[in-house]
C-alpha cells in the first residue's frame, strides 16, 4: 500500500471527521472519501471499496461499539478507530473484530498519519499469519485425506503405506492431476464400493 491509498472515513461528527481528513491530507493522501451516514454502512464500503478505513465513534455506546465491529468483521481492510472512552472489553472486541489500532482519546490532525501507517502495517502482519494458518489447515487437511487413501489401498492392496503413496502419486502424474485430487476421487470411489 502506498501514499495514493483510498482512505474511507466513517465519522457522525463532521467537525471531527474534518479533523482526521485534514491531518491525512496533511500526510499526503488526496484520496480522503468520508462517510457520515451510519446506516447501511457495510454496503458504502463495498462500493467505495477503499484501501483503508478510519472510524471516529466519539462517545461510543455499547450497541454502537458492536454496530462498528460486525461493519470490520465484514470487511478486510486495515482499520483504525478513534474512541473518546473505552474499557477492556471494549478494546478487546475491537481486536477480535480485526480493528487494526484502537485509539482512545486520540484525536489530534497530526497523530493521523502514524496511526495510520501502524493500522496499516499491524493489518499485514495479521494478513499474514491468517493466511499462513489457513494454508496449515489445508495442507493438514490433505495430509489426512491422503493418509486415507493411503489406507484404502494398503487393505485392499496389500500394499505397505510406501507403495500406497507410490501408487497414488504414479497415479496422480498418468492422469496429471494433483494426488490429493486422486486421493480424494479414491476415497469417494471406495465409499461407494462399500454401500
Known amino acids: 500500500m502506498s501514499d495514493s491509498l483510498s482512505i474511507l472515513v466513517i465519522d457522525d461528527n463532521k467537525i471531527r471527521a474534518?479533523?482526521?481528513?485534514?491531518?491525512?491530507?496533511?500526510?499526503?493522501?488526496?484520496?480522503?472519501i468520508l462517510v457520515h451516514r451510519m446506516d447501511g454502512?457495510?454496503?458504502?464500503?463495498?462500493?467505495?471499496?477503499?484501501?483503508?478505513?478510519?472510524?471516529?465513534?466519539?462517545?461510543?455506546?455499547?450497541?454502537?461499539?458492536?454496530?462498528?465491529?460486525?461493519?470490520?468483521?465484514?470487511?478486510?481492510?486495515?482499520?483504525?478507530?478513534f474512541v473518546d472512552k473505552a474499557d477492556r472489553g471494549s478494546m478487546e472486541a475491537a481486536v477480535d473484530a480485526g480493528v487494526s489500532a484502537y485509539v482512545v482519546d486520540g484525536l489530534k490532525r497530526e497523530r493521523?498519519?502514524?496511526?495510520?501507517?501502524?493500522?496499516?502495517s499491524r493489518f499485514r502482519v495479521f494478513s499474514k499469519l491468517t493466511d499462513e494458518l489457513?494454508?496449515?489447515?489445508?495442507?493438514?487437511?490433505?495430509?489426512?485425506?491422503?493418509?486415507?487413501?493411503?489406507?484404502?489401498?494398503?487393505?485392499?492392496?496389500?500394499?505397505t503405506e510406501q507403495e500406497a503413496y507410490d501408487l497414488l502419486r504414479r497415479t496422480a502424474m498418468k492422469q496429471s492431476r494433483k494426488i490429493i485430487d486422486v486421493?480424494?476421487?479414491?476415497i469417494i470411489a471406495s465409499g461407494l464400493l462399500d454401500d
Not at 482526521?20 to 484520496?31: M, S, T, Y
Open 18 to 32: 474534518t479533523i482526521i481528513e485534514q491531518g491525512l491530507r496533511d500526510a499526503g493522501h488526496d484520496q480522503v
Open 41 to 81: 454502512l457495510v454496503r458504502q464500503i463495498a462500493d467505495i471499496n477503499p484501501d483503508v478505513i478510519v472510524i471516529d465513534l466519539e462517545n461510543p455506546n455499547r450497541d454502537r461499539l458492536e454496530h462498528m465491529f460486525q461493519v470490520s468483521r465484514a470487511v478486510r481492510r486495515p482499520i483504525a478507530m
Open 112 to 120: 493521523v498519519k502514524p496511526i495510520l501507517d501502524m493500522a496499516i
Open 134 to 159: 489457513e494454508e496449515a489447515r489445508s495442507e493438514l487437511a490433505d495430509r489426512k485425506t491422503i493418509d486415507r487413501a493411503k489406507g484404502i489401498l494398503m487393505k485392499s492392496k496389500r500394499l
Open 183 to 186: 486421493a480424494q476421487s479414491l
